[in-house]
């Protein structure tokens, strides 16, 4: 494990000279304790292996549930322009061919062709229908922003995984290097033993810490290989090295977050169902053009009988209309359905009281971002402290180590009061590393509740 991922921590060394993060710096020099700084591969050094976060993140796009909500997503915008298509009237072409033939023959005087070719054109107006199509525009957009949230959560998950991996390698590293002290520990004190210098309490206490360790680092390495599937899970894509990177500081603003967003066209769309349930007339309009191709000898001749003699004998008025070259037909209608508006009040009130509790919730919503602004802005605050602590920690741990493996090598200290420094000492490595990782979490999860988008603060 150390020969694969051994490259010097060459950040981590500098904040140990440096204060982090732009604090003030301590005004007693402390001495320097990077000489026996063992963390390693926590902060790549070669870039060029492994995956940064940027990358991580746009794989995270191939997420089977984010093309999942993209497909719902352009289904909701198919969905609008059907609506929109339901204003276009219908347009029929139809040709005509009839025959009337009396007793079957062809040849009798009553029997005759007719063909005619016609336009039929139709429209339909409901307010139920305008209304429609702004409830699926209203969809649309809330299932827009169902996408960018499903996106931004996903891309949170991956920035707390992403920084998780870092601190439970930091936890493997520091354990494993714990455990070669303790071995050489055991190498030393065993040949001590074998001269009568060193007791065997001494060594086979040495021997349980060993063993103690081990099985840490078992649950390290565990821990390790959950949040690189969990990686692999959320990015879809198999990952082979990770690259540290950190997260550029948040701007501290309050934006609605896609979820509320979501919430208000959720709103809108009740509100655009309710007004489908209205007492108002549909209003159709038809208009019919008939070109007639051939019509009967019959009908040609009272066509003629009626333009030679306009003022006398038998009208056959819109009889004839029917059989002109050119004949057009057309219509307007009004129509409202009486008993279909019995109970509409009431159905109307059903989505009058289904809108007020969806209000009720965005009321709440922005309440509880605004608590989640606060809170993680203080997270923030804290994250910042907590690696000044930890640093100070690191040092002194380190310096009480140096110390305390001299005095008990000199026999002036007892063997529990050794171990107890050499924990500590890798404790703090690990802790200063994990409160590095935690600063980055809190930023991103301040942009994520805040409403911003994550992968604007990666680089």
Not at 2 to 29: D, H, M, R, W
Not at 370 to 399: G, P, T
Request: glycine share 4%.
């Amino acid at each position: 494990m150390l020969q694969k991922i051994s490259v010097i921590l060459s950040c981590i060394t500098f904040s140990l000279y440096a204060e982090p993060l732009g604090f003030e710096s301590n005004s007693n020099p402390q001495p320097n304790p990077t000489s026996d700084l063992q963390l390693e591969s926590i902060l790549r050094a070669d870039s060029n292996n492994g995956v940064t976060l940027k990358e991580l993140l746009e794989r995270a796009n191939n997420n089977y549930s984010l093309q999942g909500q993209n497909l719902l997503n352009q289904q909701a915008q198919k969905e609008y322009l059907i609506s929109k298509l339901a204003f276009i009237p219908t347009l029929d072409a139809k040709y005509n061919f009839n025959h009337i033939g009396a007793g079957g023959r062809i040849s009798d005087p009553t029997s005759y062709h007719a063909q005619n070719a016609q336009l039929a054109l139709s429209w339909t107006f409901d307010w139920s229908t305008y209304e429609a199509t702004r409830e699926k525009n209203a969809t649309m957009q809330k299932t827009n922003y169902d996408t960018k949230y499903a996106k931004q959560s996903v891309y949170l998950q991956v920035v707390q995984q992403y920084y998780t991996y870092f601190s439970n390698e930091s936890t493997l590293i520091t354990l494993q290097h714990k455990l070669q002290q303790i071995q050489s520990d055991v190498d030393r004190v065993q040949k001590l033993y074998d001269q009568g210098l060193r007791t065997i309490a001494d060594l086979e206490s040495l021997k349980s810490q060993a063993s103690s360790t081990k099985y840490q680092i078992d649950n390290a390495t565990l821990n390790l290989t959950q949040s690189k599937l969990l990686l692999e899970y959320l990015t879809n894509s198999k990952i082979e090295g990770i690259r540290r990177a950190n997260i550029a500081d948040p701007t501290y603003v309050l934006e609605d977050r896609s979820d509320i967003k979501s919430l208000e066209y959720q709103i809108k769309a009740l509100k655009y169902q309710n007004a489908q349930l209205h007492y108002y007339p549909s209003f159709t309009l038809q208009d019919t053009y008939t070109y007639n191709m051939q019509i009967p000898n019959f009908a040609q001749d009272m066509i003629n009988n009626a333009i030679a003699n306009p003022g006398g004998g038998f009208s056959s008025g819109g009889f004839l209309a029917n059989y002109a070259y050119n004949h057009n037909s057309f219509a307007l209608n009004f129509t409202y359905q009486l008993f279909a508006k019995i109970g509409l009040s009431v159905q109307k009130q059903s989505f009058t009281l289904a809108t007020l509790a969806n209000e009720k919730n965005l009321a709440y919503k922005k309440e509880e971002q605004k608590k989640d602004e606060e809170l993680y802005r203080k997270a923030i605050e804290v994250a910042k402290n907590q690696i000044i602590s930890a640093k100070a920690s690191l040092i002194s741990a380190n310096l009480s180590y140096d110390n305390m493996k001299k005095r008990y090598d000199a026999n002036l200290v007892t063997f529990t009061e050794y171990l107890t420094a050499l924990s500590t000492k890798y404790d703090a490595e690990s802790t200063f590393i994990q409160a590095l990782n935690n600063y980055e979490m809190q930023k991103a999860n301040y942009i994520f509740y805040s409403g911003q988008e994550i992968d604007k603060y990666v680089k």
